[in-house]
């Protein structure tokens, strides 16, 4: 990236630093919700939401980590501890029998089926009902603006 490297003047600093804090405060509140009203993680959630959106509830690992736009580690760990609590389960890829597919288990589908309503009323109560319409709105057109940046400048992971 060109140009000379400056610092952050007193209001993108005080931008940058807000924005931080919401992202960090709001995971904390979300993910101790979470652990209260059902027992899973924030972590736990996203994998278990994702795997109940897809066909038959399993998808490939590299198609899973894609998705979570996590790193290989991070969610070979993570499944790796929602297995022994029988949340999800590891099955060899029929396509290719060097992959891995991971499945929803009867007990993670109860669980994020316990768990959406509570943490969408949690969501709504902490982030949407503190924002008016047209803060929601800049919000999601900032969001977009800053994702596709991101998908310019850094482009995701080749397969």
């Given at each position: 990236m060109?140009?000379?490297v400056?610092?952050?003047d007193e209001r993108?600093?005080?931008?940058?630093?807000?924005?931080r804090?919401?992202?960090?405060?709001?995971?904390?509140?979300l993910?101790?919700?979470?652990?209260q009203d059902?027992?899973i993680s924030?972590p736990?959630f996203?994998v278990?939401?994702?795997?109940?959106?897809?066909?038959?509830?399993a998808?490939?690992a590299?198609t899973?980590?894609?998705?979570?736009?996590?790193e290989k580690?991070?969610?070979a760990?993570?499944?790796?501890r929602?297995?022994?609590?029988?949340?999800v389960?590891?099955?060899?890829?029929?396509?290719?029998?060097?992959a891995?597919?991971?499945?929803?288990?009867?007990a993670?589908?109860?669980?994020i089926?316990?768990a959406?309503?509570?943490?969408a009323a949690?969501v709504?109560e902490l982030?949407?009902?503190a924002?008016?319409p047209?803060?929601?709105?800049?919000?999601?057109e900032?969001?977009?603006?800053?994702?596709?940046?991101?998908?310019?400048?850094?482009?995701?992971e080749?397969?």
């Amino acid at each position: 990236m060109g140009g000379s490297v400056t610092r952050l003047d007193e209001r993108e600093q005080q931008v940058w630093r807000t924005f931080r804090r919401m992202r960090d405060q709001l995971a904390l509140a979300l993910n101790q919700s979470l652990q209260q009203d059902s027992g899973i993680s924030e972590p736990d959630f996203e994998v278990l939401a994702a795997l109940e959106e897809a066909p038959e509830h399993a998808l490939r690992a590299r198609t899973l980590r894609q998705e979570l736009q996590w790193e290989k580690s991070r969610l070979a760990h993570q499944i790796r501890r929602m297995e022994q609590r029988g949340l999800v389960a590891r099955d060899e890829c029929p396509e290719d029998g060097r992959a891995a597919t991971v499945r929803l288990t009867d007990a993670g589908l109860a669980a994020i089926r316990a768990a959406t309503a509570a943490h969408a009323a949690r969501v709504r109560e902490l982030f949407l009902d503190a924002l008016t319409p047209a803060q929601l709105d800049a919000l999601h057109e900032a969001g977009t603006a800053v994702l596709a940046r991101l998908h310019q400048n850094c482009p995701a992971e080749a397969p």
